[in-house]
């Protein structure tokens, strides 16, 4: 079975600067997805960015970009130029490429992200 | 176009109640995903279902609980004889059906259960 691994419960970091967020994952798949939802105080979940395991080039949504290494099945995030909008949990999640539809999604236990003013 | 719907938004039920939870998809998807957050944990997926089709259940408890996604109208999710540990967050997500590459699912707001 898959298991994703976030090990910072939280963090908390200044407006503007950098912060990266870990997560490890464990599978035996080759091809799958990869990604970072961010759930608000209003607990809506919010896809933030997708790392299709089978693309070396790491993706990159404007302030959001991942550092993606397959072999050490590590997946992290990183937020640039950080605003107060960006304090939530955050979430990594795997869903093994099925070819013709998704599965579930295994998330990991999620990182508090607070940005203080 | 609205995205995912969820109702009610918060539902509180004794011990012992039935809990229906309702989800519509986003117009033109047919596949649908049943999570459950507990506190202060991530989702934990529960179950997966195509019309009239339960696809893949490995998440859902083996008693009390059952999920349906009928022709017409909303997928159900249900809990029979509550307790106190089904309190929770369930979210519903949905997607486009099967095709080469992902389907993103797209999530609704959730429904808050607590049992008194």
């Known amino acids: 079975a898959q298991t994703v691994t976030q090990s910072q419960p939280e963090m908390s970091v200044q407006e503007a600067e950098t912060v990266t967020l870990s997560c490890t994952y464990d599978?035996?798949?080759?091809?799958?997805?990869l990604f970072w939802y961010k759930q608000p105080p209003s607990r809506q979940m919010i896809l933030v960015i997708r790392?299709?395991?089978?693309?070396?080039q790491n993706a990159t949504e404007n302030r959001f970009s991942v550092n993606f290494q397959k072999a050490a099945k590590s997946f992290s995030l990183k937020i640039s130029d950080s605003q107060l909008g960006d304090t939530a949990m955050y979430f990594c999640?795997?869903?093994?490429?099925?070819?013709?539809?998704?599965?579930?999604?295994?998330f990991g236990k999620g990182t508090h992200l607070i940005i203080q003013p | 176009n609205a995205g995912v719907m969820q109702n009610p938004r918060h539902l509180v039920r004794r011990r012992g109640q039935e809990a229906r939870l309702r989800c519509s998809p986003m117009?033109?998807?047919?596949?649908v995903y049943w999570y459950r957050q507990l506190p202060e944990e991530g989702l934990k997926f529960m179950v997966y279902?195509?019309?009239?089709?339960?696809?893949?259940e490995s998440g859902m408890p083996k008693e009390r609980f059952s999920a349906e996604f009928p022709k017409e109208g909303p997928s159900i999710l249900r809990i029979q004889q509550v307790v106190r540990g089904d309190s929770a967050a369930y979210f519903c997500?949905?997607?486009?059906?099967?095709?080469?590459?992902?389907?993103?699912?797209?999530f609704g707001p959730g429904t808050r259960l607590t049992v008194l």
């Open positions: 997500a949905s997607s486009t059906a099967g095709s080469q590459g992902y389907n993103e699912q797209f």
């Open positions: 599978t035996s798949e080759n091809n799958y997805y």
């Open positions: 790392q299709e395991a089978y693309k070396q």
């Open positions: 999640a795997y869903n093994r490429y099925s070819g013709g539809g998704a599965d579930g999604l295994t």
């Open positions: 117009k033109g998807h047919s596949h």
């Open positions: 279902l195509q019309k009239e089709n339960i696809i893949d």
